[in-house]
């Protein structure tokens, strides 16, 4: 005979997609017959004075799951003795922070804020899978320091220690606020409208402290015992793909497992930030905040204490967001980058090392694949990379020189690059660039400068700066800044580019360029602006008598056509200025990136066309020049060091960024070439 117990008990199970039940039931320690299975569902429903059970009956129970065949959308449960039978031996005495905990109300477009101020906390992992529920897990961080500790970390729902929070408790209370272990979780009853304009669900979680110095301050329904500081602890959360993250820690490594779509903000300190995919309106990635009891931990990390992370920002597929905010106090790496307002901000630190994160890193402090920059509400977008390496007096951060400072294979839209270093080229044997854009298709605002510039410093013969163009934008303004004695600027364009060009060096000067003078200030459609900042800078240089060199702008290129010098005056005291036009010679087609006409059409023009039909060449040229000319780009270029100005093939330029020769091209297959014109 099956034995039963009247002792009431809540429970509930929400399965992806599949609905939820709410049932309140007996509780079941053996196989019951399908008849009295429907009479007490059926005088169970019918029991509204269930709803008015006071506040404890209601609090979350340790539940076994029983493995009774159910139906899909109901699992059976039964009270657990103990409220944290699966608990953590630690020092020889089961701890009781451990918690796991399920969320069946935290679905899909809900929002999860989770804050830990605990030193103990190692990491967050962050699994994203289908299911309409989340859960969480508080255990030691065992795979990491190698305790033998049980560090499962599979599905709550499978390991018959779970901790339910009730929706029907949510809902019944404004505020739901207790804890579980380690665990401090806020339920809202109105939850949150998300950027999408829903309204979703709402749940804070914070991490109890647990260190000594800190045990005053935990809630009084933990346990008294402290941590010791050498216990590394893990929080798991399993959650929708689609959902709204927020994650802030004072220590430890953030990772997200998956796709993640929602606005997500990532913040720690001292710790990695790890992300395969995050899509959403806005999405924050910050590890830079450090403290001066951070300094402490990372001195003391010899002497056992939780080890520091380097502090890397690592996206191994794609960040795609309206803004993305990315602040750093190591390096950035990603794969990809999609948004209207990018920023990504890196200080270095003094002591760096480099270790290699995927095949194509190649260890920038900004390495990025590809940018994409898409006009935002105003119309126009802007991708822009920062890096600050400020290093004192002569120790310079030769590590972040020697892999370089910003990296991107390819951009697309307007991109804006800006580095701030003490070191120059020479300062290494690397020969690879401070900055380095490997392909430009749109426009960009690139500046490379020293923090301070030095009383005595040997001229860089190496390229400090490099920028291959693969198309630009009609109408747009590109400039280039190298300040400082850098190094060398080197520009390659696509031989099918139109644009027109200003540059200006003073390397053969012994003064620097100021502080005042830049790209920006060569952009005026006036000659009288540009003279007078040559002027300006004419009378302030003095050429050096060590330089042998005539010129400092090197054009190994036909498709250029200029002149030199201003006012019919050719290379003055210490400054090299040209400008000119660069003009498709390669006789291939224009790209669609190139063209300089809008194609707009003038209706009086195509009517009065097709009311006299052809008329010949001449009437087909004056048709033709109704058609709107748009100005062409513009490049300009100025430094205090050499200028190189090439034009490549579309093989070219590859061969270039992977140290190919030219030549080697056999097999690649037919060019493109423009046809012959009817009239030509």
């Known amino acids: 005979m099956a034995c039963y117990r009247s002792v009431p008990t809540l429970f509930t199970r929400a399965l992806g997609g599949r609905g939820t039940a709410s049932l309140i039931g007996w509780r079941c320690e053996s196989h019951v017959s399908s008849t009295m299975h429907r009479h007490r ?154 950027s999408l304009g829903r309204l979703g669900s709402l749940v804070e979680v914070d991490v109890l402290r647990t260190n000594k110095d800190e045990q005053d301050a935990v809630d009084t329904t933990t346990s008294k015992r402290s941590l010791p500081e050498s216990v590394p602890w893990k929080v798991v959360v399993k959650i929708p793909e689609k959902l709204n993250l927020t994650c802030q820690l004072a220590k430890g490594d953030i990772s997200v497992v998956g796709k993640l779509e929602g606005d997500t903000h990532l913040a720690t300190s001292n710790g990695n930030i790890t992300a395969e995919k995050l899509r959403g309106h806005n999405v924050s990635l910050d590890n830079s905040f450090k403290t001066t ?194 190094g060398d600027i080197g520009i390659t364009m696509d031989r099918k580019l139109d644009a027109d060009i200003r540059m200006m060096s003073i390397a053969n000067s012994e003064s620097y360029l100021p502080r005042d003078i830049d790209g920006y200030s060569l952009t005026s459609d006036e000659e009288d602006d540009t003279r007078s900042v040559i002027l300006k800078i004419d009378q302030s240089t003095k050429r050096s008598e060590d330089v042998d060199e005539n010129t400092t702008i090197y054009i190994e290129t036909d498709a250029f056509e200029g002149t030199w010098g201003f006012d019919g005056r050719e290379r003055s005291s210490g400054v090299d200025f040209t400008q000119g036009t660069m003009s498709n010679r390669s006789g291939e087609p224009d790209s669609r990136f190139d063209v300089r006409s809008r194609g707009k059409i003038n209706i009086d023009g195509a009517a009065s066309q097709a009311l006299h039909g052809f008329r010949g060449s001449k009437d087909e040229s004056q048709a033709n020049g109704d058609i709107d000319q748009t100005p062409r780009p513009l490049l300009t270029v100025a430094t205090d060091g050499r200028i190189r100005l090439e034009t490549l093939s579309w093989f070219g330029s590859i061969a270039r960024r992977y140290g190919m020769e030219e030549n080697e091209r056999s097999h690649v297959g037919r060019q493109a070439s423009r046809s012959p014109r009817l009239h030509e």
């Not at 039964?78 to 630690?90: A, N, Q, R, T």
């Not at 897990?137 to 339910?164: C, F, H």
């Open 41 to 194: 569902r059926h005088s169970l429903l019918n029991d509204e004075r269930v709803q008015h059970r006071q506040l404890h009956h209601l609090l979350p129970l340790q539940l076994h799951h029983t493995k009774r065949k159910t139906p899909n959308n109901i699992r059976y449960y039964h009270e657990s003795p103990c409220l944290h039978e699966k608990s953590i031996d630690v020092d020889g005495y089961p701890h009781p922070n451990t918690a796991r905990v399920l969320l069946p109300t935290l679905g899909q477009n809900g929002t999860l804020i989770l804050r830990s101020q605990s030193k103990s906390i190692s990491q967050v992992q962050v699994v994203t899978q289908w299911r309409d529920d989340t859960s969480l897990e508080l255990v030691r961080d065992v795979p990491q320091y190698g305790a033998d500790v049980d560090g499962d970390t599979s599905d709550v729902s499978d390991l018959g220690s779970t901790n339910e929070i009730n929706p029907f408790v949510a809902n019944t209370i404004t505020d739901t606020t207790f804890s579980v272990g380690g665990l401090q979780l806020t339920c809202h009853k109105d939850g949150i409208t998300t």
């Open 293 to 486: 009891a951070d300094d402490n931990d990372i001195q003391s990390n010899s002497n056992g204490s939780i080890g520091v992370s380097e502090g890397n920002i690592y996206i191994s597929k794609a960040v795609e967001a309206r803004s993305i905010q990315i602040k750093a106090q190591e390096r950035v790496r990603a794969r990809m980058i999609n948004g209207s307002d990018v920023n990504v901000y890196v200080v270095p630190s003094t002591k760096r090392s480099f270790n290699k994160l995927d095949g194509d890193d190649e260890g920038a402090t900004i390495d990025i694949g590809s940018v994409y920059v898409s006009g935002g509400s105003g119309g126009a977008g802007e991708a822009r990379l920062v890096v600050n390496n400020l290093s004192v007096g002569s120790n310079h951060n030769v590590d972040a020189v020697q892999t370089g400072l910003i990296r991107v294979k390819s951009s697309h839209g307007h991109i804006t690059v800006h580095a701030t270093t003490n070191a120059n080229v020479s300062s290494s044997s690397s020969t690879l660039p401070l900055i380095d854009l490997g392909g430009v298709n749109g426009s960009c605002d690139v500046t490379l400068e020293a923090a301070s510039i030095p009383s005595n410093v040997n001229q860089s013969t190496n390229t400090a700066t490099r920028v291959h163009f693969g198309s630009m934008s009609p109408e747009s303004i590109s400039t280039i800044t190298s300040r400082g004695k850098l």
